[in-house]
């Protein structure tokens, strides 16, 4: 049972994740919540400086974070459910997927947040690499 913790604690982690970016996706969707600017380098913020254009841009980000927070909602219940080679595939897919998302918005400027991110999405890789050689080599 132990030898789960650490994969149980990383779908906990995409399903808290998953809520929060629907949630949070919903509010920029709907315009209740202004585009933080942490989520993006400042050059890319610079480009919108006519209102109307960053709030079509919002609202658009808004969609693409629900999106993200279904898709990581799936990888949670795929963590979950020990899907096998294909779930772990998916897993890891997204995992990568997150942590070059996570190095973009980085891009030369340092936060607290995106570092603790990098951190746990590199935590995760390693626990579903781990757990994926296991499953197809039975290890």
Known sequence: MTGLLPLKLCGAFYALLCVFSIVTGLMYASGKRKLNPLELPDSFMLKFNDPDKLKGFTVRMGWLTFFVGIVQGITANVIFSH???FGYAVALGFTLFSIASVAFKLRG????????????YLAILIVLLLKSTRTLFGV
Do not use: C, E
């Open 109 to 120: 400027r340092i936060s607290a947040f995106a570092l603790l991110k990098s951190v746990a």
């Open 83 to 85: 899907k096998g080679a």
